[in-house]
């Protein structure tokens, strides 16, 4: 999520980074900065960075608005404190959390 936080906000050059689009809907859940997710033709592309990363990163709350990669990182292990995933790789991975713990 980290590398996520640096694409999204600007850290790297255009031109090495992978290409994160956000997604333009104006909903009243999630954060401020969803990304789009693409349905693929290929399981390549199934499973590619790009593509694992979208659903995750759409489930955090405000923790993404963070101004700095070290408060994103203090916030999101915050957030994931009591989070199963961290601990058991094999959890859900979709919706995971309690927003209003943040």
């Not at 999520?1 to 694409?7: D, G, N, Q, S």
């Not at 809907?25 to 401020?32: A, K, L």
């Not at 759409?58 to 700095?68: E, F, G, I, M, T």
């Amino acid at each position: 999520m980290i590398e996520v936080y640096k694409i999204i906000t600007g850290k790297y050059e255009r031109a090495v980074a992978p290409r994160l689009e956000r997604d333009d809907i104006s909903v009243t859940r999630g954060n401020e900065l969803r990304l789009k997710k693409f349905r693929p033709r290929y399981d390549l592309h199934k499973y590619s960075f790009t593509n694992r990363v979208v659903n995750i990163w759409n489930s955090l709350p405000k923790v993404v608005l963070a101004d700095s990669v070290n408060c994103f990182k203090s916030w999101l292990d915050k957030f994931w404190q009591n989070q199963d995933i961290v601990y058991n790789l094999q959890a859900e991975i979709e919706g995971t959390g309690n927003w209003s713990e943040v």
